[in-house]
Protein backbone atom coordinates (compact mmCIF):
# COMPACT_ATOMS: atom_id res chain seq x y z
CA UNK A 1 0.00 0.00 0.00
CA UNK A 2 1.61 3.30 -1.02
CA UNK A 3 1.15 6.29 1.39
CA UNK A 4 -1.52 8.34 -1.00
CA UNK A 5 -3.60 4.84 -1.01
CA UNK A 6 -3.34 4.59 2.70
CA UNK A 7 -3.93 8.45 3.45
CA UNK A 8 -7.18 7.76 1.15
CA UNK A 9 -8.19 4.30 2.86
CA UNK A 10 -7.68 5.29 6.18
CA UNK A 11 -10.72 5.92 8.43
CA UNK A 12 -11.45 6.66 12.26
CA UNK A 13 -12.71 2.69 12.97
CA UNK A 14 -14.77 2.21 15.84
CA UNK A 15 -15.42 -1.44 15.53
CA UNK A 16 -13.01 -4.14 16.15
CA UNK A 17 -12.99 -7.83 16.59
CA UNK A 18 -12.25 -8.28 19.97
CA UNK A 19 -10.34 -10.61 22.18
CA UNK A 20 -7.92 -10.45 19.60
CA UNK A 21 -3.55 -9.71 19.64
CA UNK A 22 -1.31 -8.36 17.73
CA UNK A 23 1.95 -10.08 16.56
CA UNK A 24 5.07 -7.94 18.77
CA UNK A 25 6.61 -7.73 14.76
CA UNK A 26 3.22 -5.59 14.28
CA UNK A 27 3.95 -3.02 17.05
CA UNK A 28 7.26 -3.71 16.99
CA UNK A 29 7.00 -2.18 13.36
CA UNK A 30 4.12 0.54 14.36
CA UNK A 31 7.17 2.01 16.59
CA UNK A 32 9.53 2.49 14.02
CA UNK A 33 7.33 4.11 11.95
CA UNK A 34 6.52 6.33 14.64
CA UNK A 35 9.91 6.63 15.57
CA UNK A 36 10.74 8.15 12.13
CA UNK A 37 8.45 11.11 12.78
CA UNK A 38 9.86 14.85 12.61
CA UNK A 39 9.99 17.05 15.68
CA UNK A 40 11.16 20.27 16.90
CA UNK A 41 14.84 20.30 16.72
CA UNK A 42 15.11 16.38 16.76
CA UNK A 43 13.70 16.43 20.43
CA UNK A 44 11.16 13.71 20.04
CA UNK A 45 9.44 14.99 22.98
CA UNK A 46 6.94 11.87 22.95
CA UNK A 47 6.92 8.30 24.68
CA UNK A 48 4.50 6.12 24.01
CA UNK A 49 2.19 3.75 27.03
CA UNK A 50 1.17 0.76 25.49
CA UNK A 51 -2.05 -0.95 26.94
CA UNK A 52 -3.10 -4.42 25.95
CA UNK A 53 -4.13 -6.20 28.98
CA UNK A 54 -8.15 -6.95 28.85
CA UNK A 55 -8.67 -5.56 32.20
CA UNK A 56 -6.69 -2.83 31.62
CA UNK A 57 -8.76 -2.03 28.28
CA UNK A 58 -12.04 -2.15 30.27
CA UNK A 59 -10.91 0.59 32.69
CA UNK A 60 -9.07 2.80 29.74
CA UNK A 61 -12.27 2.72 27.67
CA UNK A 62 -13.95 4.05 30.93
CA UNK A 63 -11.40 7.30 31.34
CA UNK A 64 -12.32 7.56 27.78
CA UNK A 65 -16.00 7.89 28.55
CA UNK A 66 -17.23 4.51 27.80
CA UNK A 67 -16.14 4.68 24.09
CA UNK A 68 -16.18 0.66 23.69
CA UNK A 69 -13.28 0.46 20.58
CA UNK A 70 -11.05 1.34 23.20
CA UNK A 71 -12.11 -2.15 25.04
CA UNK A 72 -11.79 -3.87 22.01
CA UNK A 73 -8.87 -2.73 20.43
CA UNK A 74 -6.02 -5.46 20.22
CA UNK A 75 -3.82 -2.40 21.80
CA UNK A 76 -4.39 0.93 22.94
CA UNK A 77 -1.44 3.44 22.32
CA UNK A 78 -1.30 6.41 24.76
CA UNK A 79 0.80 9.40 23.39
CA UNK A 80 2.67 10.98 25.79
CA UNK A 81 4.14 14.35 25.59
CA UNK A 82 7.88 15.15 27.44
CA UNK A 83 7.89 18.25 29.03
CA UNK A 84 11.53 17.81 29.82
CA UNK A 85 12.70 17.30 26.11
CA UNK A 86 14.09 20.73 27.16
CA UNK A 87 17.02 18.92 29.99
CA UNK A 88 18.53 16.78 27.36
CA UNK A 89 19.94 20.33 24.84
CA UNK A 90 23.48 19.07 24.88
CA UNK A 91 22.59 15.17 23.60
CA UNK A 92 19.98 16.35 21.29
CA UNK A 93 22.71 18.92 19.48
CA UNK A 94 25.67 16.20 19.74
CA UNK A 95 24.01 13.98 17.69
CA UNK A 96 23.69 16.98 15.27
CA UNK A 97 27.28 17.42 15.49
CA UNK A 98 28.64 13.69 15.13
CA UNK A 99 25.76 13.06 12.26
CA UNK A 100 27.90 15.98 10.19
CA UNK A 101 24.91 18.75 10.14
CA UNK A 102 26.25 21.13 12.75
CA UNK A 103 30.03 22.02 13.94
CA UNK A 104 31.01 22.54 17.28
CA UNK A 105 30.14 25.79 17.47
CA UNK A 106 26.57 25.17 15.85
CA UNK A 107 25.53 22.46 18.19
CA UNK A 108 26.27 24.92 20.84
CA UNK A 109 24.47 27.22 19.63
CA UNK A 110 21.28 24.30 19.15
CA UNK A 111 21.95 23.07 22.47
CA UNK A 112 21.07 26.89 23.38
CA UNK A 113 18.14 27.10 21.80
CA UNK A 114 16.79 23.26 22.73
CA UNK A 115 17.19 23.96 26.88
CA UNK A 116 16.69 27.83 26.94
CA UNK A 117 13.91 28.50 29.33
CA UNK A 118 10.21 28.07 28.65
CA UNK A 119 7.07 28.37 30.60
CA UNK A 120 4.89 25.66 31.09
CA UNK A 121 2.96 27.33 28.41
CA UNK A 122 4.72 26.81 26.12
CA UNK A 123 6.38 23.68 26.84
CA UNK A 124 2.70 21.92 26.60
CA UNK A 125 2.23 23.55 23.34
CA UNK A 126 5.44 22.19 21.81
CA UNK A 127 4.99 18.73 22.56
CA UNK A 128 1.21 18.74 22.19
CA UNK A 129 1.99 19.86 18.40
CA UNK A 130 4.65 17.25 18.32
CA UNK A 131 2.74 14.71 19.55
CA UNK A 132 0.12 15.40 16.36
CA UNK A 133 3.10 14.76 14.29
CA UNK A 134 3.64 11.19 15.32
CA UNK A 135 -0.15 10.10 16.20
CA UNK A 136 -0.68 10.46 11.85
CA UNK A 137 2.72 8.31 11.79
CA UNK A 138 1.21 5.83 14.14
CA UNK A 139 -2.17 5.94 12.17
CA UNK A 140 -0.64 5.51 8.67
CA UNK A 141 1.64 2.26 9.79
CA UNK A 142 -1.48 0.78 11.09
CA UNK A 143 -3.18 1.02 7.90
CA UNK A 144 -0.23 0.14 6.23
CA UNK A 145 -0.41 -3.17 7.78
CA UNK A 146 -4.18 -3.60 7.32
CA UNK A 147 -5.37 -2.79 11.05
CA UNK A 148 -7.81 -0.36 12.17
CA UNK A 149 -6.88 2.60 14.21
CA UNK A 150 -8.82 5.38 16.09
CA UNK A 151 -7.41 8.64 17.25
CA UNK A 152 -8.84 10.53 20.51
CA UNK A 153 -9.12 13.17 22.54
CA UNK A 154 -12.09 12.42 24.52
CA UNK A 155 -10.74 10.64 27.98
CA UNK A 156 -10.26 12.23 31.39
CA UNK A 157 -6.84 13.49 31.58
CA UNK A 158 -6.72 13.87 35.62
CA UNK A 159 -7.65 9.80 35.56
CA UNK A 160 -5.37 8.93 32.68
CA UNK A 161 -2.82 10.17 34.18
CA UNK A 162 -3.47 8.07 37.46
CA UNK A 163 -4.18 5.74 35.74
CA UNK A 164 -0.71 5.54 34.22
CA UNK A 165 0.79 6.67 37.05
CA UNK A 166 2.47 9.26 35.01
CA UNK A 167 5.57 11.15 36.54
CA UNK A 168 5.16 14.55 36.21
CA UNK A 169 6.82 15.42 33.15
CA UNK A 170 4.48 13.35 31.13
CA UNK A 171 1.19 14.99 29.85
CA UNK A 172 -1.17 12.50 27.74
CA UNK A 173 -1.98 14.10 24.76
CA UNK A 174 -3.27 11.30 22.40
CA UNK A 175 -5.11 8.12 22.90
CA UNK A 176 -4.91 5.66 19.89
CA UNK A 177 -7.11 2.33 19.56
CA UNK A 178 -5.55 0.20 17.12
CA UNK A 179 -6.91 -3.69 15.87
CA UNK A 180 -8.20 -5.75 13.54
CA UNK A 181 -11.44 -4.08 11.79
CA UNK A 182 -15.42 -5.84 12.60
CA UNK A 183 -15.86 -5.84 8.79
CA UNK A 184 -19.58 -7.22 9.64
CA UNK A 185 -20.56 -3.85 11.02
CA UNK A 186 -22.00 -1.23 9.71
CA UNK A 187 -20.13 0.69 7.63
CA UNK A 188 -20.81 4.35 6.47
CA UNK A 189 -19.25 6.68 3.87
CA UNK A 190 -16.79 9.28 4.94
CA UNK A 191 -18.02 12.20 6.36
CA UNK A 192 -17.72 15.20 4.39
CA UNK A 193 -14.45 17.23 4.11
CA UNK A 194 -14.15 21.18 3.50
CA UNK A 195 -13.39 22.27 -0.03
CA UNK A 196 -10.12 23.84 -1.10
CA UNK A 197 -12.04 27.32 -1.46
CA UNK A 198 -12.82 26.94 2.64
CA UNK A 199 -9.06 25.99 3.27
CA UNK A 200 -7.02 27.49 0.96
CA UNK A 201 -5.68 31.42 1.33
CA UNK A 202 -2.52 32.01 -1.41
CA UNK A 203 0.28 34.06 0.00
CA UNK A 204 -1.76 36.27 2.93
CA UNK A 205 -5.44 37.13 3.78
CA UNK A 206 -7.07 40.23 2.80
CA UNK A 207 -6.74 43.08 4.58
CA UNK A 208 -9.94 44.87 6.93
CA UNK A 209 -11.73 47.04 6.42
Not at 71 to 78: E, F, Q, S, T
Amino acid sequence: MDVFEAMRSRRSEHSFLPDCKLTNQQIDLILEMASLTPSGYNVQPWHFCLIEERERKQELAEIAFGQQHVADAALNIVVLGDLDFYKHGDQVADLWVKSGYLDLEGGKKLAQAVGKTRDLVKRREMVIRNAGLVTMSILLAAQGLGLGACPMMGFSKWRLTKFLNLPERYIPAMLIAIGYIDENAKKLARLPRKSFANLVTRERFADLD
